[in-house]
């Protein structure tokens, strides 16, 4: 009896690891597919302008540094909020 019990064991065992590995083969698959069409958008339009070192110099005196953080900062808090459910996105 113990054979038998210990052969379903393995065999449990042995299917849940397939089903696992179909699982991951499957999702990787389409992993795959969106990997590609993203590695065929140009990333030319990406690149950010270089700001002249005069005009840092005072965005770095004035703070806008810190205000722009704050200001997405509390963009982000509303935006995760309003991902409750039941609360309304145009609020």
Known sequence: MQAIL???YCWAVNLVSSLRDVGLESWDSVLSVVDSLLSTLGTGGLVLP???????????ATGVSQAIAIVAGALGVRFLLQMIPFVRWGS
């Open 6 to 8: 210990s052969m379903i």
């Open 50 to 60: 270089e700001v002249p070192v005069e005009y840092a110099w005072i965005l770095g």
